[in-house]
Structure formats: structure tokens, C-alpha cells
């Protein structure tokens, strides 16, 4: 099994290979440029135009980084405690790793891709920020008293919202907007220092 992506520091494709390594699913990674990705999308039931492609034989490819997680952790002994135990549980986290994929990590490409330059809009950074700042209101003050997003141990759910942060906490939100936030810091420190995060990140620091 093979997961192919475009660059190293992409956070989707960091997001899939923690999710493999609490799995314990040994797939191998590698960078591929644009020809193969053609390659890659022709096979792909239902095509996708982001990285990372996770391709399980010669002809079956998935595309979507939750997808693919989710996949590797369902076939796994974590399946229970990483997605849920009930179906309560399975829409609690459920609704966060939609939360971090709508309302986190597009206002985070949108950011990366002024900051570097492939997008040239002044107004689309400045509501991409003001959107980003306000979701992480909301999730500051649901994190207040909590030690994880969902239920007493760290879920797809944190995973997956850590990666979406990753670029935020390193481009945008400064000192000042993190100690306003202190519940939201307190998690993504913690994350940040887990040992499933430092053996695929190193220590990511704000």
C-alpha cells in the first residue's frame, strides 16, 4: 500500500501516515509530480484534485485524507477507541473531523496559498483569517474543562482538527490571539508533544 503526495510538510498526508501509525498499518510513502498524479486520478473511483492519493493495488486508489485515515483505522483493533465506541460517540467525533475539513482547513489553504504566493487576493486572506479566528472561538470555549475533543482520550477527532491547525498556529495566529485563547493552546500543545505527532513532525512549535 502506497501513499503519494506532492511535498514534504504536507499536513493531509501527515494527518493519514499518524492515523497508519496508530493503526499499526506499514504503508510506504512517496512524493510523485504531476504526470503520475494523472496517473494515479484515472484509477481513482471517485477523483479527487488534492493530495495525498493512497493506493491499495494496481486498481483501487482513494482519494480524500479522512477517507484514507479512516480506512486504515477501521481496519485496525483502534477502530473503537480512534472513531468510536456508539454511535453517539461516532457522530461526536464525526462532526469535528467535518468541522476541521469545512470551517479549518479551507480558511488554512486559503492563508497558505496568499502567504506563498499562488494566490494573489488580499480580501480572500483577510476573511479566511477572521472565519479561522472565529471557529477557534468556538473550539476554546468546547475544549474548556476537556482534555480532548471528544470523550477522555485523543480520537481521529484530534487528529485530524491538529493537522488543519498546524499552518494556522505557524502563519496567523499570533502570541496575542493564543493567549486569548488559552483552552485551544493548551490542546494544541499537548498534541503537539504526543509521541504519535513528534515521530512523523518533530516538536511543531507555535
Given at each position: ?14 494527518s ?6 496508530l ?13 503520475t ?32 485515515a479512516?480506512y486504515?483505522?477501521?481496519s ?18 464525526e ?6 475539513s469545512?470551517s ?22 483577510a ?31 484530534d487528529?485530524?482538527l491538529?493537522?488543519?491547525?498546524v499552518?494556522?498556529?505557524?502563519l ?26 513528534t ?8
Amino acid at each position: 500500500m502506497t501513499l503519494y503526495t506532492d511535498r514534504v510538510g504536507n499536513m493531509q498526508t501527515a494527518s493519514v501516515q499518524m492515523a497508519a501509525d496508530l493503526a499499526k498499518a506499514h504503508i510506504k510513502t512517496q512524493i510523485v509530480n504531476e504526470t503520475t498524479k494523472k496517473d494515479l486520478v484515472k484509477k481513482a473511483k471517485i477523483p479527487g484534485n488534492v493530495f495525498p492519493y493512497f493506493q491499495l493495488d494496481e486498481k483501487t486508489v482513494l482519494t480524500d485524507s479522512t477517507a484514507i485515515a479512516k480506512y486504515l483505522i477501521r481496519s485496525s483493533s483502534a477502530a473503537a477507541t480512534l472513531l468510536g465506541a456508539t454511535p453517539f460517540a461516532e457522530a461526536q467525533i464525526e462532526q469535528f473531523v467535518v468541522m476541521a475539513s469545512s470551517s479549518v482547513l479551507t480558511k488554512v489553504q486559503t492563508i497558505e496559498a496568499t502567504v506563498f504566493g499562488t494566490l494573489v487576493s488580499p480580501d480572500s486572506h483577510a476573511v479566511a483569517v477572521k472565519e479561522l479566528k472565529e471557529t477557534c472561538k468556538v473550539l476554546n470555549t468546547h475544549l474548556a474543562g476537556r482534555k480532548w475533543l471528544v470523550g477522555s482520550a485523543m480520537t481521529f477527532a484530534d487528529l485530524h482538527l491538529f493537522t488543519a491547525l498546524v499552518p494556522a498556529f505557524q502563519l496567523t495566529l499570533d502570541a496575542g490571539f493564543r493567549k486569548a485563547m488559552p483552552e485551544l493552546s493548551r490542546w494544541f500543545e499537548k498534541m503537539a508533544r504526543m509521541p504519535i505527532v513528534t515521530g512523523r513532525l518533530g516538536y511543531i512549535k507555535p
